[in-house]
């Protein structure tokens, strides 16, 4: 194997070894908003597998809808795209609708995987939890 692919292949695994270890949900895409990663907090938030989750349109995975009107939420794997990778709240009061199961609070923010080319995104990270978690933690009964 080339040494470029191997230090590729560890950088890779200790990506993916440390998005898999952290408290919050995370979702992954490529620069088709496809879903190319997921977290085992991601699961269980969304109600769907990473296996079942792989390769799906990022709005079917992550459906989320304002709490207030109750319309649907943009699909957010092309914000933050530009010149300048940023991170970028998707909105306040926002619901995740799972697959199944009860729908979620959430607390969530993302930010474009940029490529050499400032101008190019190969995707986007979203780093989001439940926030009534939060509030119980924050005001125990």
Known sequence: MPRATEAEDSTRRWFSTTLRSIGDAVIATNEHGRVTFMNQVAERLTAWTEA???????????HIISEGTRGRRREPSHQGAGAKARWF??????VLLPKTGPEVPIDDSGAPMQERRPDKSSGVVLVFRDVTLDEATRNPQ
Do not use: I, K, R
Request: charged share 10%; glycine share 6%.
């Open 89 to 94: 709240g998707l909105a306040n009061h926002t």
């Open 52 to 62: 079942e989750a792989l390769n799906q349109p990022l709005d079917a995975v992550f």
